[in-house]
């Protein structure tokens, strides 16, 4: 366990619909980050939060967005989802909000659109 | 822009070694090494900074060339515990404060 948390484990669901995925961070982290991994593709960023606020912005569609909580957990909503929107989303957290850091990931949120 | 890691692939028997290499275009900062396993998450294994301070843990060991920006890792007498797919990401002026992810050399262990 790497005190990463992320719900739900696996989601299926079909075309057009949306989709909220949760991520509860490391103990003392205050960073939180989001990447999509396709099928035997590397790590695509896109987003990161530090402490509640906005930090960077990757790759990360219009129909998809996130937020930080003041509890510093995490939450990305996926919208008007298409079938190449299934991948594994994994959360990362990492003490403080530079490139740096460590990042600890969770064990990912697999989508899968139908 | 992505680092270029090489090989892609790469089979070994248990005992041999093995070199993973991560090269950027980019004068970087730092150079990320993880390792993730078929269908899980990936774990930190080293952070190279520039200056040459190293950063991390297990029996792996790596460099940093920062005159070619490039890094490479070492796995030595592997293991099969050591099977996975290895990422480098690198950190660099222009990258936002954000790794930047190579595609991933896939190292397969057989006894």
């Known amino acids: 366990d790497s005190g990463v948390t992320q719900t739900p484990k696996h989601l299926i669901t079909a075309t057009g619909q949306r989709v909220t995925l949760r991520c509860s961070p490391r103990?003392?982290?205050?960073?939180v980050y989001w990447y999509q991994q396709s099928l035997d593709q590397g790590l695509q960023f896109l987003i990161q939060y530090y402490n509640g606020e906005e930090r960077a912005k990757g790759n990360i569609l219009e129909r998809f967005s996130a937020q930080q909580f003041p509890d510093l957990h995490s939450e990305l909503n996926l919208s008007s989802l298409e079938l190449g929107d299934s991948a594994l989303y994994f959360c990362a957290s990492s003490l403080q909000g530079t490139g740096a850091n460590v990042l600890t990931f969770g064990a990912g949120s697999r989508l899968t659109v139908l | 822009q992505q680092p270029v890691q090489s090989p892609q692939a790469v089979i070994l028997r248990e005992g041999e070694d093995a070199v993973i290499n991560c090269s950027s275009s980019?004068?970087?900062?730092?150079v990320h090494w993880y390792r993730q396993k078929h269908g899980e998450a990936p774990v930190f294994l080293m952070i190279l900074l520039k200056g040459g301070e190293q950063k991390g843990h297990e029996k792996i060991s790596a460099s940093f060339n920062e005159k070619k920006q490039q890094s490479s890792l070492y796995l030595t007498a592997s293991q099969l515990s050591y099977s996975g797919t290895y990422f480098c990401g690198t950190l660099s002026g222009d990258s936002n404060y954000q790794l930047i992810w190579g595609a991933g050399t896939k190292l397969i262990i057989k006894p």
């Open positions: 103990s003392g982290d205050l960073s």
């Open positions: 980019k004068a970087l900062y730092s």
